[in-house]
């Protein structure tokens, strides 16, 4: 009898025990899911009406995988209305400069789950043709996207282009206006060494960009090449501040974005009012490229394509000083009105 009971004990003990592990390993897994499907994003209520409880939480981790077949456009119209995804106009625009870096920033900045890009130049307002077809035409250029993410294009040419402030602020006029540069002498190489290779590719020859920086006659800083002018940073700006005013622009330091880029992005984040997602775990330094890499997830990582980052061709100093001394007012001036100090010599 008593053998009888302690059996039926230990059989009890043992269903409870199993229980209880079983409710224990439950309850783990489930924590640690939940932990992982915290939104990276969380939705705020400027991105949209929809509650966070609705917001399809996979989307902004799996932007790679979903939003990236939409994106190569294998996928039908009955999938992009099932999964409410919507072709946005931008909220922010990446409008220069040339060479500063911009394919780098765009990519980087796509890395925050509420970001999706305009993979192409889009040449929108700087093309009398395109712009000829309509804000419809532009808006069907942009990427699907989930309502509460934001749309962010970049074509570089915009900041030179004298219509484009006003054809943006008819657009909307509050949107955000991102502007990378670099050290203006070292943007003018880059620009000139991308012109370069273009010619060499097609077997033509060049002048050394000596030539085309410096007036022969005069022996004064060329400021009829458009390497040279590009440059002055200030002369465009001025031309946008006639439409935006100054707190709609950011200035990204892409000298530092090179060497540093997650502070960089960071201070972009709090300009978009993002909440901060993009972390040192997303970039990692490439001996071999002598960049920092894009790293999405544990599988997914990638470096800028091979025509980002060219080596420049060596310049005679004494041009590269003269050329320094012609943009140190200027860069004064656009340090004044920007608010940000750029440590250029
Ligand atoms: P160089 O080719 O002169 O080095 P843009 O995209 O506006 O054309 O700018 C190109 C520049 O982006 C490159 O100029 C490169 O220095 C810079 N850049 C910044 N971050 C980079 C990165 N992570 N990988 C490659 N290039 C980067």
């Excluded at 003990?13 to 199993?18: I, R």
């Excluded at 499907?37 to 939705?43: D, E, H, T």
């Excluded at 060479?99 to 925050?112: F, S, W």
């Excluded at 307002?125 to 996207?145: Q, T």
Aim: hydrophobic share 35%.
């Amino acid at each position: 009898m008593l053998f009888k009971q302690q059996a039926w004990l230990r059989q009890k003990l043992l269903v409870l025990g199993s229980l209880a592990v079983g409710s224990l390993l439950y309850l783990v897994a489930r924590v640690g899911s939940l932990d992982r499907l915290q939104p990276i994003c969380p939705i705020e209520g400027r991105f949209g009406a929809r509650s966070q409880a609705e917001f399809p939480l996979r989307a902004l981790q799996f932007k790679r995988g979903l939003l990236h077949e939409f994106r190569k456009g294998n996928t039908s119209k009955e999938q992009v209305r099932l999964h409410d995804l919507v072709q946005q106009l931008p909220k922010a625009i990446i409008i220069g400069v040339r060479k500063g870096g911009t394919r780098a920033l765009l990519e980087m900045l796509n890395l925050h789950p509420a970001v999706v890009k305009a993979s192409q130049e889009i040449h929108f307002f700087d093309n009398d043709e395109n712009y000829a077809k309509g804000i419809e035409w532009y808006r069907k250029k942009m990427p699907f996207s989930y309502p509460q993410q934001i749309t962010i294009e970049k074509s570089p040419a915009y900041f030179i282009t004298e219509e484009v402030p006003e054809r943006i602020y008819k657009m909307n006029s509050s949107i955000k206006l991102l502007i990378i540069v670099r050290e203006p002498t070292t943007r003018a190489i880059s620009d000139y060494t991308q012109v370069l290779e273009g010619k060499e590719r097609k077997n033509k020859t060049y002048y050394k960009f000596e030539k085309l920086a410096i007036d022969p006659n005069t022996c004064e800083v060329n400021t009829k090449y458009k390497a040279v002018r590009t440059s002055i940073y200030t002369k465009h700006l001025e031309r946008w501040l006639k439409y935006f005013p100054i707190e709609q622009f950011h200035i990204v330091d892409g000298d530092r974005l090179i060497s540093e880029p997650l502070p960089e992005l960071q201070l972009v984040e709090k300009f978009l009012n993002l909440p901060p997602r993009i972390s040192q775990y997303n970039l990692y330094f490439n001996a071999t490229r002598g960049f920092y890499c894009l790293r999405f997830n544990i599988i997914f990582n990638k470096c800028l394509a091979g025509s980002k980052g060219r080596i420049h061709p060596e310049v005679d100093p004494s041009v590269i000083t003269k050329l320094r001394k012609f943009f140190h007012p200027f860069n004064q001036k656009f340090y004044q009105i920007t608010g940000r100090t750029l440590n250029w010599p």
